[in-house]
């Protein structure tokens, strides 16, 4: 019986294997151009403002 139990592990394991490449191996979701466009316009307007008054050139006064 502790044969079968030494056994069960890499065949269980196996198992988990084959999941998990198949689920990495998956095709991306596909995203239509105008929201991707939209997350990029989204993403483009957040980096402006969290770069937009943050260098020294504006903490100097002038």
């Given at each position: ?9 890499p065949?269980?394991a ?12 998956r ?6 151009d ?29």
């Amino acid at each position: 019986m502790a044969v079968l139990a030494w056994l069960i592990i890499p065949c269980v394991a196996a198992v988990l294997a084959t999941v998990w490449a198949g689920w990495a191996q998956r095709a991306p979701r596909a995203t239509g151009d105008p929201a991707s466009l939209a997350e990029h316009q989204r993403f483009m307007a957040a980096m402006q403002r969290t770069t937009a008054g943050g260098g020294p050139e504006d903490r100097s006064g002038r």
